[in-house]
């Protein structure tokens, strides 16, 4: 099983989320895919961290190749989150790599593979797409990407929900 729950910066998609797995499941893994270097990233992650001590979720770090993880067939995923995931791996220290198009192909495989290894797999990815285009050839592209990435997921999820300001609308 697969829901796809997105929204806005701040929408409240990621505890919506939470909520949801946890209502549902006793066994959950939280797949968190932001990359772990420097102070930003090191302080979002230990806020991450404690917003959700008490909800009993087994953390995994993975910026990038999801399908390697060691999971069971019990294990409910929430995968915290798909615009990580993907720039995470159509970017590098030098910018957008080659082929980002057969690379967003390549996320897109890994998360039906993991889909199949596990009980269910939430996926929390953010609506970008009202971003202003043009700012540069590069987020043009990764927006591009990521509307891709968007509608495979909505095309093969069981259940899409958008959360806009905290409340959930249903949209498949």
């Given at each position: 099983?697969?829901?796809?729950?997105?929204g806005?910066v701040?929408?409240?998609?990621?505890e919506?989320?939470?909520?949801?797995?946890?209502?549902?499941?006793e066994?959950?893994?939280y797949?968190?895919t932001?990359?772990?270097?420097?102070d930003?990233?090191k302080?979002?992650?230990q806020?991450?961290?404690?917003?959700?001590a008490?909800k009993?979720?087994?953390?995994?770090?993975e910026?990038?190749?999801i399908?390697n993880i060691?999971i069971?067939?019990?294990d409910?995923i929430?995968?915290?989150?798909l615009?990580?995931l993907l720039?995470?791996n159509?970017?590098d220290?030098?910018?957008?790599?080659?082929?980002?198009?057969?690379?967003?192909g390549?996320?897109?495989?890994?998360i039906?593979?993991?889909?199949?290894?596990?009980n269910?797999?939430f996926i929390?990815?953010?609506?970008?797409f009202?971003?202003?285009?043009n700012?540069?050839?590069e987020?043009d592209i990764?927006?591009?990407?990521l509307?891709s990435l968007?509608?495979k997921?909505?095309?093969n999820?069981d259940?899409?929900v958008?959360v806009?300001?905290?409340?959930?609308y249903n949209?498949?």
């Amino acid at each position: 099983m697969m829901i796809y729950i997105y929204g806005g910066v701040a929408s409240g998609k990621s505890e919506y989320a939470e909520e949801l797995i946890s209502k549902s499941f006793e066994r959950k893994i939280y797949l968190a895919t932001m990359e772990n270097n420097g102070d930003f990233a090191k302080k979002r992650i230990q806020k991450h961290l404690l917003q959700r001590a008490s909800k009993n979720f087994i953390t995994v770090e993975e910026p990038r190749y999801i399908s390697n993880i060691n999971i069971n067939s019990d294990d409910n995923i929430l995968l915290e989150d798909l615009t990580n995931l993907l720039s995470n791996n159509i970017f590098d220290k030098n910018g957008l790599k080659y082929g980002p198009i057969e690379i967003t192909g390549e996320v897109f495989s890994d998360i039906i593979e993991l889909e199949k290894k596990c009980n269910s797999l939430f996926i929390v990815g953010n609506d970008i797409f009202s971003t202003k285009r043009n700012q540069s050839k590069e987020l043009d592209i990764f927006i591009d990407c990521l509307f891709s990435l968007h509608q495979k997921i909505t095309d093969n999820a069981d259940r899409v929900v958008e959360v806009i300001y905290g409340l959930p609308y249903n949209r498949k």
